[in-house]
């Protein structure tokens, strides 16, 4: 009897608190996703770096031996300052010096990569006035982009989202969760197509150096808004039409960011998907929902009376003007 009182007792206490209980396994969770991600990255990449490293030493050992006029400090001085250069987009080498960093194209992509928050850091401001100014410029851009974003997506998703879904649902009597399931994936498949699989390999053409894969990283980097910036197009030496070649990746990069938001849009307003994030949000009370139920209930009704207070007065306008009649010639009508 109490073993059976004490457990339900506890299920009580689970579904009252139960989606406090899902947040907590979700951040749970993705601590253990982050960690996981950890272990796998250190230990594939770690070897590679020290690869690199030892190599990277053999080299400096050697070169050292073969000018012995020339210092192991002198060289690393000389190597911090290419290095440091090198981390502001300038380069030494002679195969690299041709492409400006701050021309008006470069600058425009560069632009485009700070207001989406890809920021790939191959390129960054060199002066304080620069650097003040990307500061002000982003503080004031990223919110545009976002509102600009936000409008766009919310007109592409009712023509290519929430009409062919109600479409399907009225004219052929479809399911309309099931259409809508059809509907995320189909698209789904059409923006990774398109935006994806086939910009990649338009890059793995045209850049020198890249294969399919290191080309659909890219992709994937870059509308991830991820940025990590070890792979940038346009940078190679002697780069045919680079001006326009930098122009159709700033477009690119906007209407891929569009793309994908879009499908994300699709895809979050599925039945399943709201159903599932409602597990770990917290439950308004019933006060809190009778609450806004009454104030949406007097914003409406105050809003459906303005707007006849404003129709009525706009009637009143389009009226011929008429000038009332006095009192006694009123009455004077009546008696007649």
Known sequence: MLQSLAGSSCVRL????????????????YLL?????AVVFSSVELPYEDLLRQELRKLKRRFLEEHECLSEPQLEQFLGRVLEASNYGVSVLSNASGNWNWDFTSALFFASTVLSTTGYGHTV????????????????????????LTAVVQRVTIHVTRRPVLYFHVRWGF????????????????????FFFIPAAVFSVLEDDWNFLESFYFCFISLSTIGLGDYVPGEGYNQKFRELYKIGITCYLLLGL????VVL???????????????????K?????????????????????????GVQEDQ?????????????????????
């Open 14 to 29: 689970v579904e009252r608190h139960r989606s406090a209980w899902c947040f907590g396994f979700l951040v749970l969770g």
């Open 33 to 37: 996703y982050l960690v996981f991600g």
């Open 125 to 148: 401001p060199l002066s304080d006035g620069g650097k003040a100014f990307c500061i002000i410029y982003s503080v004031i851009g990223i919110p545009f982009t976002l509102l600009f």
């Open 175 to 194: 399911s309309k969760q099931a259409v809508a399931i059809v509907h995320a994936v189909l698209l789904g498949v059409v923006t990774v197509s398109c």
């Open 258 to 261: 569009i793309a994908m938001l």
């Open 265 to 283: 849009e699709t895809f979050c307003e599925l039945h399943e998907l709201k159903k599932f994030r409602k597990m770990f949000y917290v439950k």
């Open 285 to 309: 009370d019933k006060e809190e929902d009778q609450m806004h139920i009454i104030e949406h209930d007097q914003l409406s009704f105050s809003s459906i009376t303005d707007q006849a207070a």
């Open 316 to 336: 009143k306008q389009n009226e011929p003007f008429v000038s009332p009649q006095p009192p006694a010639l009123a009455d004077g009508a009546s008696d007649h």
